[in-house]
């Protein structure tokens, strides 16, 4: 009996300090999985970009060869994407936003999930007028808005600034995107910006009654119509022009050649433009790899292959553009500072609301 009690009081003991040690045992798996884990964050960057897989991951798989950084890249629709940062708050694992157009970029920040950075790198090789003003996004590539004419249906002559379209003798002529495009708000916002309200919205007003027809589509949807005859005037970023003439679609190719580019306000304020821009977001958990990313794609290697690869401008003034851009001609652009286009984007909905710009 007491021999039963005594080995039965031993295997409890045993059991207990086996329980005890396998409790810290276990405690320092989990610690060295944590420690682990953070090392490997360290080394690591979240990226959500409004732009396609195919025109941002080849860029950043250099920039993790380069750096060993991994880059874990999410790819969807811009305001998808602002909305699931927005909706993510603290949680999120965006560390870096890229979108195009300033004024969603402006949007974010308004919504309040970026950052200000510090980086003289990237206020040494991006123009003041292609950033944010308090450090909150940095263009990456700029794209123009020309006018795009039909070869034969008009001469260049004829054209001269986008004030200019408003005028009778282009009625039935014109193409464009519909008005909760953000790009084409951006364009009615630089007008404000240039015009003043009451200029702006006169000129909305009849800018609208020259459409050759309702809406509808993208920018190769305006080149595309305008090359079958439906106007003879189109409104589209010089990017998707590079795609079409440059693709393997046939009839996008066929279009593209079919038009010219010109470039209007070339004696005042310049052809309105854009860029496609980055930002840290507010609650990076990776700041200084999101940083080094950011700055990292406005060097000369990455603004090349936006050139090259993209079909546009790079925002670097040492960096030329690709042989197809400069084929299109040398031209002025406006240096409005592109936050401002943000600023005005509330109003120009408005105006092209008032106009019945659909």
């Known amino acids: 009996m007491f021999f039963n009690n005594h080995l039965k009081k031993k295997n409890k003991v045993l059991s207990h300090n086996t ?8 405690g320092a798996l989990i610690a060295s999985s944590f420690s682990q884990s953070v090392l490997a964050s360290e080394g690591e960057v979240n990226l959500y970009s409004a732009r396609k897989e195919a025109l941002i991951k080849p860029i950043v798989d250099t920039f993790s060869k380069q750096t060993g950084i991994k880059v874990n890249l999410i790819t969807g629709k811009a305001d998808a994407l602002l909305q699931r940062i927005t909706s993510e708050g603290k949680n999120t694992h965006a560390d870096v936003f890229i979108t195009t157009d300033a004024g969603r970029l402006y949007r974010a920040k308004s919504a ?14 991006i123009p003041e007028n292609l950033r944010d003003p308090e450090g909150y996004w940095y263009g990456l590539s700029m794209r123009a ?6 070869k034969g249906a008009i001469e260049a002559n004829e054209l001269s600034t986008y004030e200019a379209l408003a005028d009778e003798k282009f009625k039935d002529r014109i ?7 953000i790009y084409n708000q951006s364009l009615v916002a630089s007008m404000l910006a240039a015009n003043g309200a009451e200029k702006t919205q006169q000129w ?21 119509g305008a090359a079958s005859g439906q106007c003879d005037i189109a409104i589209a970023n010089t990017y998707y022009f590079g795609k079409m003439i440059t693709g393997k679609k046939a009839d996008q190719k066929k279009a593209a050649e079919a038009v010219a580019i010109f470039w209007p306000n070339q004696n005042s304020r310049g052809t309105h433009v854009n860029v496609s821009g980055a930002a840290v977001t507010k609650y990076a958990k990776n700041k200084a790899n999101a940083q080094k990313l950011i700055e990292f794609l406005s060097t000369k290697e ?15 003034k040492d960096v030329p553009a690709s042989d197809l851009l400069n084929s299109w001609g040398d031209f002025k652009a406006d240096t409005i500072n592109l936050n401002q286009l943000g600023v005005n984007n509330a109003e120009a909905v408005k105006i092209m609301d008032r106009a019945g710009w659909k």
């Open 204 to 224: 909305t007003n009849s800018f609208v009654k020259n459409f050759a027809r309702k809406p509808k589509g993208g920018d190769r949807d305006q080149i595309k």
């Open 145 to 150: 808005r020309p006018i795009f004419y039909v």
């Open 302 to 316: 990455a603004q090349r292959w936006y050139a090259d690869v993209n079909f546009e401008y790079p925002v670097r």
């Open 112 to 125: 309040g999930v970026l950052q200000a950075i510090k980086s003289d790198e990237l206020n040494k090789a």
């Open 19 to 26: 329980t005890f040690f396998s409790t810290i045992l276990a």
């Open 175 to 181: 193409c464009i995107r519909s008005s909760n495009n």
